[in-house]
């Protein structure tokens, strides 16, 4: 089991990127999927997080209104929209799949892990 994820890069402060999380090995369709970041010095934190059909969405207060999770259960993807980014979003990205269906913002309710990508913004 796989999850990639990509899309990761280095931004001035105000710009975008996409991040996405492509699963391999075994659908996910029925798990919440979830974005955590890891920045130097400090702990991996929770960044969003969507349900097993989409419908139902949580988010870090320090990202609300800038950040989108968003999902195509049928590509086995899940994806995060960043926008409006700051230099203190700079951190390694990791997706990560739940073994629940409703979103969870604790890393100990996700089972599988990417291998992060890494997004830098600059002021």
């Known amino acids: 089991v796989q999850l990639q994820a990509s899309g990761g890069g280095s931004v001035q402060a105000g710009g975008s990127l996409r991040l996405s999380c492509a699963a391999s090995?075994?659908?996910?369709?029925?798990?919440?999927m979830g974005w955590f970041r890891h920045a130097p010095g400090k702990e991996r934190e929770f960044v969003a997080s969507i349900s097993w059909n989409g419908g139902v969405t949580s988010y870090a207060d320090s990202v609300k209104g800038r950040f989108t999770v968003s999902r195509e259960r049928a590509k086995n993807t899940v994806y995060l929209q960043v926008n409006s980014l700051k230099p203190e979003d700079t951190a390694v990205y990791y997706c990560a799949a739940s073994r629940y269906s409703t979103p969870r913002s604790a890393s100990s309710d996700y089972t599988y892990w990417g291998q992060g990508t890494q997004v830098t913004v600059s002021s």
């Open positions: 090995g075994r659908t996910f369709s029925n798990n919440a």
